[in-house]
């Protein structure tokens, strides 16, 4: 049932992990890694096939480390996922993401937290105490955060409350790419990549009919599944 593991391969057996899982069909996704340029490339070749939120709780790009986002943005092997609520990447670095991973090689994922779609105000993840403001959910100073094994720093972003329509919203605000182009990303590279694109991802005769009727300022209308 296991479709997708993250994987830090900088850690003890991290490379085994990512053949493992290679070997067995599972998706070896590089992610909640600081691993270096160089042993994010050891981990494509021994079977990273995808990068859990790009940019995002990762080592960062730098000119003379590039890090992994050096490594997956120059890797048409990866697919990459982007959490384009505003918060957790500037427009500037979609547009890269887009420029160099192409349609083919990019989707939208939310990365919610339980609190998506309640409001402002202050909520628990893991025990973890977060507070939401607008579109960014931050962790809060607190004794209990101190035994967590997420990151305890207060002000630390504890994933988002985007919601995949507005993924497809701002994905296209923030880039040139129309509404079909942005449909690709939020559906069908996913299914593709998940390897259930023969019954799910598309519509198309003897699929799966999932539907989402959407308005034409693209807000959710209905949904339908057959």
Do not use: W
Request: aromatic share 4%.
């Amino acid at each position: 049932s296991i479709k997708l593991v993250t994987v830090a391969p900088e850690l003890k057996h991290g490379m085994d992990l990512i053949k493992h899982l290679s070997k067995q069909g599972v998706v070896a996704s590089i992610g909640h890694s600081n691993a270096t340029f160089e042993q994010s490339n050891q981990a494509i070749d021994a079977g990273v096939k995808h990068c859990t939120h790009l940019f995002n709780a990762m080592s960062s790009f730098h000119h003379r480390a590039p890090g992994i986002p050096g490594s997956v943005l120059l890797n048409d092997k990866v697919m990459a996922e982007l959490i384009v609520d505003g918060v957790h990447l500037h427009p500037g670095a979609v547009k890269l993401a887009l420029k160099a991973k192409g349609l083919d090689n990019l989707m939208l994922v939310t990365d919610s937290m339980r609190a998506r779609c309640l409001g402002e105000g202050e909520f628990d993840l893991g025990g973890q105490g977060v507070k939401v403001t607008g579109m960014s959910a931050r962790i809060m100073p607190s004794k209990k955060n101190s035994s967590q094994i997420c990151s305890d720093q207060p002000g630390v972003l504890a994933g988002s409350v985007l919601s995949q329509y507005q993924a497809l919203q701002l994905f296209i605000e923030q880039t040139d790419a129309g509404l079909a182009e942005a449909v690709q990303l939020a559906s069908e590279n996913p299914a593709k990549q998940l390897r259930i694109f023969d019954k799910y991802g598309s519509l198309a005769v003897g699929k799966v009919a999932d539907m989402v009727v959407l308005s034409d300022t693209l807000k959710v209308l209905a949904t339908y599944n057959y």
